[in-house]
């Protein structure tokens, strides 16, 4: 195991337990700063990490954007001090309203959101406009992800026009995140980018040739953004999470995104031998998110030669040669295989410096509501 990772005394530990490596986490910040070639090229994704402490560390390493998924990141991001948040999804219904309140309520921070349709530009000018405020709006372009955003073209300039021309919009750029680009031949990502991106590239240029500001130009995740750092376009921000606390499942297939160490791992301890080859840990899918395939939810460090047989809600049971070493209450570490939902599933992180336990941090964020 990376020496990183030992812990001097772990009997206040409380397993399963979330443990986040302050040093890890500082310099997978600086990493990303190197990669985006400046701190003002980046703006973190919030949700890999949901907690305040973590939006501190940034804005330490001169961050000042921050991106966020839901309601409750960006208050708790603009609860901290920040001045520019984009909530990177569109917003319909009550979060409208919603929306200006938590302006209201943080009248030192600059807010933006996304759109991608008519109705959701109506709705929100009718928010904004009707409560006298102003937000900015990116529109949402979709570079084949198809999970939001509409495709460059002049679908994408007509309703740039109609949040420039709106009541409470301003024009804020476009967001252009591409989570299908998951290659994990470096070469054939930064040739998909490419392509996926001159369409996007020339619709910038037309909508600026028709005197509309496009301030910001905000993109990529993890995997990508050192190949969108490169990029000379105006406004370019880079918006990668998952780098933060980086994860098994990054960390093993884009190599070339070099640089960063897991800094979030779960301590588990084994709670029966059911066989004499089986292990039963208490890493249930309440404590490891489920989202990858059940044999590779997460990586057990320094067991040899396991294979996972069976998860349940509280249980993770493994099968292994050398079960018989194993006995209840002995410690395993595992790094998860996918660190942002996994993280949401613990309501605090044991926070670890210098191999030791030196405080809690809350997963504020993980709460759907927070005060608006
Ligand atoms: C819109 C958006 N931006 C940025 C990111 C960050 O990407 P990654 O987790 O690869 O760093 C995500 C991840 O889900 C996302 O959905």
Redesign the pocket.
Known sequence: MNSHYVIRDTSQIFSPGLLFYKDLIRANIARAVELAGGAEKLRP?V??HKTREIVRLEMEAGIRKH?C?TVAEAEMVASCGAADVLI??PIVGPNCGRLTRLMRAYPHCRFAVLADHPAGIMALAKAMSTDGQQVDVLLDIDVGQH?TGVAPGAEAIELYEMIHRSPGLRSGGL?V?D?HNKQENFVERQTAIRTQLEPVFNLRTALVQKGLPVPRF?V??????PIHARHDVPGLEC?????VLHDHS?GSRFPDVAGFTPAALLLTRVISRPTPVRITLDLGYKAVSADPPLGNRCLLLDVPDYQVVLQNEEHLVIESPVAERYRPGDEIFAIPTHV?PTVALHRQAYVIENGQVTGMWDIVARDRVLNV
Do not use: D, I, W
Request: charged share 10%; aromatic share 16%.
């Open positions: 994704h949700k890999t991106k998924a990177a999804y999970r967001h995140y989570g905000v990529g995740g993890t995997p990508t953004f918006s990668p999470g998952t780098m990054y942002c």
